[in-house]
């Protein structure tokens, strides 16, 4: 069975901090792009991080650069956000997501996702 | 950033009914995917690179277009297919999504 499996979220203070884990299994992993995608309660989808299959080149997109680092560990299937100086802006629900093949930027399989909250 | 725009922004409709869906892009782009998401569920990529069906998605459901606009179309709706539709542009970072499209029963 196909799983990816977002842990990690919850309520944190603004200017706080949170790491998101995603455990993949039933899936190949090390080969493909992981991602992040959010979507704030209520509203759309939004691409905001990447990394390439050997870990060495991540993206990021303009509202988290600077604040958010993506890590994988090919060893453990494993993706991970790691998340500072968050803002009532960060507030969403957060999928980690496995990239169609190596480098292709389409969505094929998405985890249930995680809540990160962020409110004093 | 490409933005992408969708319409319209839902739309009512009966089971049996053929609905298309349209997005544009900002700029003309190579590659651009279709995904449904069903309430309190995450998305699900459904047509990649225009108008390739994902294996296992009905054949119900086709994508078109080129260059800066593109569609989908659900040739009769089951009640399933009661959902949000999303199109994003997979040509350049960041990878930008429509804003969707809300497909609810007349």
């Known amino acids: 069975e196909v799983q990816l499996v977002e842990s990690g979220g919850g309520l944190v203070k603004p200017g706080g901090s949170l790491r998101l884990s995603c455990a993949v299994s039933?899936?190949?992993?090390?080969?493909?792009?992981m991602h992040w995608v959010r979507q704030a309660p209520g509203k759309g989808l939004e691409w905001i991080s990447a990394?390439?299959?050997?870990?060495?080149?991540?993206l990021y997109s303009d509202s988290v650069k600077g604040r958010f680092t993506i890590s994988r560990d090919n060893a453990k299937s494993s993706l991970y956000l790691q998340m500072v100086s968050l803002r009532a802006e960060d507030t969403a629900f957060y999928y980690c997501?496995?990239?169609?093949?190596?480098?292709?930027?389409?969505?094929?399989?998405w985890g249930q996702g995680t809540l990160v909250t962020v409110s004093s | 950033d490409i933005q992408m725009t969708q319409s319209p922004s839902s739309l009512s409709a009966s089971v049996g009914d053929r609905v298309t869906i349209t997005c544009r892009a900002s700029?003309?782009?190579?590659?651009l995917n279709w995904y449904q998401q069903r309430p309190g569920k995450a998305p699900k990529l459904l047509i990649y690179?225009?108008?390739n069906l994902r294996s296992g998605v009905p054949s119900r459901f086709s994508g078109s277009g080129s260059g800066t606009d593109f569609a989908l179309t659900i040739s009769s709706l089951l009640p399933e297919d009661f959902a949000t539709y999303y199109c994003?542009?997979?040509?350049?970072?960041?990878?930008?999504f429509g804003p969707g499209t809300k497909v609810d029963i007349k």
């Open positions: 997501v496995r990239d169609w093949g190596e480098i292709t930027y389409q969505f094929e399989y």
């Open positions: 039933g899936l190949n992993f090390s080969p493909y792009t």
């Open positions: 990394i390439l299959s050997t870990g060495t080149h991540m």
């Open positions: 700029q003309s782009i190579t590659y």
């Open positions: 690179r225009s108008s």
């Open positions: 994003q542009q997979s040509h350049n970072i960041p990878f930008t």
